[in-house]
């Protein structure tokens, strides 16, 4: 079986590894397939394959956007994808620009509650700066003790209904999927199972995607427990869409799974790299 991890993240967004160092980990993990894919950027692409290609690493091109719908925020994987596609990076850099505002947004609803100094805080742990997230903020607050890990962080700060939220618009669905698509690659709905969407509106989103040109789903993932996966392989089977598996692995001590550290597919799933040209065949992994 082949070690294979699409969704991770380096120093360009919110990692805590530069791309070479990523790929460095993936190496002595035994990752033979690995995908970068931080968050609204692609500058980190070009150091990771250089990497790679020491390491004897297939390299896949990646990205993970931003993305609203229904008031929700969702991330939208885009795998295989051409870096170079003019309406990719355009829409990559309106997504970017609105990062800062939001950071600033995030300051301020979290020092109504007491908590002074974030912003400059976040910043501190930001590797670009027209990158910083929430993730950031979260490193933050655990430092100055408001929490014991990033995860915790969230649930009592940034996420709805909590101090240090602040809502965002970001790219919309059909943009994200159109400029993946264009550019050659798949789109793939990250980590469905962290959205709590009910089952029907996930069927609505489901076939909205579908209807987009949406390619995949992410069945395997660090997020989902083995239920989930089960129930994601089903969704993805019954509309054709392509299985994917990630780590989304952020840094040691942060990350549910580390680099390839994932497990199977549930039986019976097409995987999303089955097409891909000089990478792998579907007979050769899961």
């Not at 239920?227 to 869409?241: G, P, S, T, V, Y």
């Not at 598996?245 to 952020?250: A, K, Q, R, V, W």
Request: one cysteine or more; a negative charge; hydrophobic letters at 40%.
């Amino acid at each position: 079986m082949l070690n294979i991890d699409l969704h991770c993240h380096s120093t360009i967004s919110d990692g805590v590894l530069s791309p070479a160092q990523l790929v460095e980990r993936a190496a002595l993990r035994g990752v033979e397939t690995l995908a970068l894919t931080d968050h609204d950027d692609i500058a980190g692409l070009v150091e990771a394959r250089q990497a790679a290609e020491t390491k004897s690493i297939t390299f896949i091109n990646g990205v993970e956007i931003s993305v609203s719908w229904r008031g929700r925020t969702l991330h939208i994987v885009g795998l295989d994808i051409d870096p170079g596609y003019a309406p990719l990076v355009e829409g990559l850099t309106a997504v970017r620009a609105g990062r800062t505002q939001r950071a600033e947004n995030i300051a301020a609803e979290l020092a109504k509650s007491g908590i002074h100094g974030s912003l400059e805080g976040a910043y501190a742990y930001v590797g670009v700066r027209r990158l910083i997230g929430r993730t950031h903020f979260a490193r933050f607050l655990v430092e100055q003790g408001y929490a014991k890990d990033v995860k915790s962080v969230f649930k009592r700060y940034l996420v709805k209904g909590k101090p240090g939220y602040a809502p965002h618009e970001w790219a919309s669905l059909s943009d994200a999927v159109s400029w993946i698509c264009g550019s050659g690659g798949h789109a793939v709905i990250a980590h469905p199972g962290r959205y709590d969407l009910g089952k029907n509106v996930l069927s609505d989103l489901l076939d909205e995607f579908c209807a987009l040109g949406g390619s995949g789903l992410e069945v395997v993932t660090s997020s989902h427990t083995l239920e989930q996966a089960q129930r994601f392989a089903q969704h993805a089977k019954d509309r054709n869409l392509l299985a994917s598996c990630g780590s989304d692995f952020h840094g040691p001590g942060e990350s549910h799974f580390d680099l390839g550290q994932l497990p199977e597919f549930p039986p019976g799933c097409t995987p999303v790299w089955q097409h891909w040209k000089n990478t792998i065949t579907a007979e050769l992994a899961y």
